[in-house]
């Protein structure tokens, strides 16, 4: 008897979006692979900012996909960028749960899944699972990936209740509690002692192989050393004021020039805040606030690039940026402005791929940034050789997934 999945995700394609969204599409896919039936439950494409018919391509055939009517409520739901706190709770896609649940009920009427499978960083997803849970008793695994409600996230005091309030409801209710980081999956099962060990697992993100067996590396011969940093740049959490500041403190030391050296910041994000400061320090010829592209485009950019950059703060150490694992995938020296004792420095660490230093601090960057340059200079360096690529292999999508699976199926065994 063919078994049946929901899988609740805002994130699908064609959204184009963060490396985030494969994590789902992978696990779709591994699914269908191994003869389930597979639905997704997705928004209405509306809601997407931006989309790019190409990623249909990585969803396998047969997987179906039904979406709800949704609106982003700031964005199409606003007056003047203004709306009622209760428009938002627990996130912008409120709008979506009332539609979602409505559909996924008509869905399990028609075609009753064996399990339901919801995934963040879209709160409203654990929602609409939660609910349907409630409804109709089918077993529920709740993709968190990361933390939810952390020490002064979200910032307003009610949503950050209504984050607690799903994860309460997911510790009780869910037949499993998935993290992407051993830093989360620790943190929560901290949090919620009561729940039984065998219901928490830990599922890390990765990178997908075949893609990356498509690409063929274009180095430059100019001999500018070009570093990389693909995806966004938050302001809160990967803030790149103390890069900025040492590399205006290499330039003005002669350490660096615009013909040696080039930084691109690729779908940053706050374009207008970072150039302001770039125009500020006098580094316009030295770092590149560029647009962004299709993922498979931003592989190769990846591929290309003599080093990647990473930014993580310090209040994330228990999240892995999903573009790590591509970094290492990629098999470039990696530059990780982080925090020594988090998840991402871990990774990279045993990895042997990265140089350190805290991204708070324009004195180490800036000792940083030298000895990264010398390394990619110096590519028998054991630190930019090839990593290990053993370790690596184990963070392969396909794996991953595969994986996962197995153990989607023991819950089934146990129910």
Known sequence: MTKKVLLIAYHFPPVAVSSGVHRIVSLANALKQQDWDVTILSASERTYER?????????????????????????????????????????????????????????????RPNIIISTYPIASAHLIAAILNRLTGIPWVADFRDPMAQPGYPSDPIKWKFFKWIEKTAAKRAAQLVFATPGALQEYQHRYPEVAQEKWLLVTNGYNEKQYAELVPHPKRDGKIRVLHSGLVYI?????????????????????????????????????????????????????????????????????????????????????????????????????????????????????????????????????????????????????????????????RENISTKWVRDINDILAKS
Not at 75 to 101: C, E, H, I, T
Not at 300 to 308: C, I, K, R, T
């Open 51 to 111: 989309t790019d018919a190409r990623t249909l391509d990585e969803v396998q055939a047969g997987i179906r996909v039904i979406r709800a009517l949704a609106f982003d409520t700031s964005r199409q739901l606003s007056v003047k960028g203004k709306y009622f706190q209760w428009m938002a709770l627990p996130d912008n896609l409120q709008s979506w749960v009332v539609f979602a649940v409505l559909r996924g009920l008509a869905h399990i009427a028609a075609n």
């Open 236 to 396: 809160s959490e990967r803030n790149p004021r103390q890069l900025f500041e040492a590399i205006s403190r290499l330039k003005n030391d002669n350490q660096i020039t615009g013909q040696n050296f080039e930084l691109t910041l690729r779908a940053s994000g706050h374009e207008e805040t970072y150039s302001s400061w770039l125009n500020e320090l006098n580094i316009e010829d030295l770092v590149r606030l560029a647009p962004p592209i299709p993922y498979r485009e931003a592989l190769q950019e990846m591929f290309d690039a003599d080093g990647l950059l990473l930014l993580q703060g310090d209040g994330c150490n228990q999240q892995i940026p999903a573009k790590a694992y591509e970094y290492l995938r990629a098999q470039k020296p990696v530059l990780a402005l982080t925090d020594k004792s988090g998840d991402t420095a871990k990774l990279l660490l045993e990895s042997d791929v990265a140089n350190i230093a805290p991204l708070n601090d324009a004195d180490e960057i800036y000792k940083a940034i030298l000895d990264f340059i010398e390394k990619i200079k110096q590519p028998e360096n054991p630190v930019t050789g090839a990593p290990n690529l053993s370790h690596i292999e184990c963070y392969s």
